[in-house]
């Protein structure tokens, strides 16, 4: 273990906007006193967004979830059904996705998170014939969607290169990649997990693709599933070399597994401690990424006001719908005015962002704040039988 000096030495470094090394990052992430850990990674993040580092951002979006058939049995997953679970398995149809869409913008949503399995039957046709109609009714949502499996999928599906596929989505009104799918990208974890999926290199080969072909994306990690510190920032190391070359991915996020309904069955989980600690060496390592999101879906609201003393610069977004991380246990909840507060008592001046990062409302008097009760996450829907939702769903089952 690096002594004190050295450590301080490494957290000086970051802080001052230095590259750190891989095995400088483990260091911090298994050593660095947390707070001196956390106090660096602020004023990295400081330092980038100095002028505006009194801001902490956030968006509202909808995940719209197409489908939950899938046949890559994710063992950490809590929302696929295998083609032959016929009970289990669903889709929507198109207008139902259309009405999904209508909600968001009147509830001023501006992005639309189209996020399902792996289908045995969608190609690269149902994207293209499903995002065209949703950028004809509603051209002012910005879809950011999809992630290097998914293209993987769908172009095996249509016998095409990815190449083709990403640029055949972005024709039909794709305008940026989640970063879905990532999980872990170190071989053995990922195998471990997810062993039908891509390569941890080869999602990143597409995604470097998508880049080239002028789709930015997001770029994500599942923590919690058995990795080792190790494999985390191997992880963070495979990420950021690619952004050297590409300078695609806007932001980074890191989340936690949750432990209900699938067959990890919960036997290991990442701690909060863990969660903040990655959030600043994230900050203090990835240099070449401008956002460090924080999140509170999965780890709770005080510790996603905590990631915003931990580096981070975005707490994420009123989800309007989620079943994806819900199915596996994630209950917290939020809305507009819970999240303004929670940002506000953070000690950060809340803006409603854009999917660029676009400040459009800087809340910056509380007697302005928005009013609407009706912006509220709504997670699990699906699992919920029409009649049996929660009131605040009304807005969706009533139609
Ligand atoms: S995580 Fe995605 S690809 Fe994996 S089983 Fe779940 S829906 Fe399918």
């Known amino acids: 273990m690096p002594d004190n000096a050295v450590l301080r030495s ?30 660096a990674a602020d004023a990295a993040r400081r330092r980038r967004y100095a002028g505006v580092e009194h801001i902490a951002t956030y968006i509202i979006e909808r995940n719209i979830n197409y489908t ?9 997953c809590a929302f696929y059904a295998a083609p032959k679970d016929t009970d289990k398995g669903w889709t929507r149809d198109l207008d139902d996705i259309l009405r999904r869409c209508a909600e968001t913008v009147e509830l001023g949503g501006t992005q639309i998170m189209f996020q399902g399995g792996h289908h045995p039957d969608y190609g690269v046709e149902y994207y293209e014939e499903h995002f065209a109609a949703i950028k004809a009714a509603f051209p002012q949502l910005v879809i950011h969607s999809l992630g290097a499996s998914e293209v993987e999928h769908m172009a095996r599906i249509s016998k095409v290169g ?17 970063g879905a799918g990532a999980e872990l990208l170190p071989e053995r974890p990922r195998k471990a997990i997810a062993p039908l999926k891509e390569s941890g290199e080869r999602w990143l080969e597409i995604m470097e693709t998508a880049h080239r072909l002028g789709l930015e994306s997001t770029s994500t990690m599942l923590m919690g599933t058995g ?17 050297d070359r590409t300078g695609g991915f806007r932001a980074f996020i890191p989340y936690t597994y949750q432990p209900e309904n699938n067959h990890l069955r919960g036997r ?24 460090i999101q924080g999140s ?21 977004s009123v989800m309007l719908e989620e079943n994806v991380v819900s199915s596996a ?30 400040h459009l409302v800087v809340h910056d008097d509380p007697a302005n704040d928005p009013v609407d009760d009706h912006v509220v996450s709504h997670l699990s829907s699906t699992a919920i039988d029409a009649g049996m939702a929660h009131p605040e769903l009304k807005l969706i089952d009533a139609q």
């Open 227 to 243: 990795e080792t510190n190790a494999e985390r920032i191997e992880h963070l190391r495979m990420i950021r070399e690619v952004q």
């Open 10 to 39: 490494v957290l000086d470094r970051a802080a001052g906007g230095g590259r750190i090394s891989p095995e400088e990052a483990l260091d911090l992430y298994r050593s660095a006193p947390l707070h001196a850990l956390g106090a």
């Open 296 to 316: 509170w879906l999965t780890v709770g609201k005080e510790a996603g006001q905590l990631s915003l003393h931990y580096g981070a610069d975005d707490l994420g």
């Open 162 to 178: 990815v190449e083709e596929a990403i640029t055949r989505l972005k024709a039909a009104g794709l305008d940026s990649f989640a």
């Open 68 to 76: 939950n058939v899938c046949v890559t049995a994710c063992r950490f």
């Open 268 to 291: 290991t989980q990442a701690t909060v401690f863990e969660y903040l600690r990655m959030i600043a060496v994230a900050r203090l390592f990835l240099d070449n990424v401008a956002h």
């Open 329 to 358: 246990g994630a209950r917290h909840r939020s809305n507009r005015m819970e999240l303004l507060h929670l940002i506000r008592t953070a000690g950060r001046v809340p803006a409603q962002r854009s999917t660029t990062y676009e």
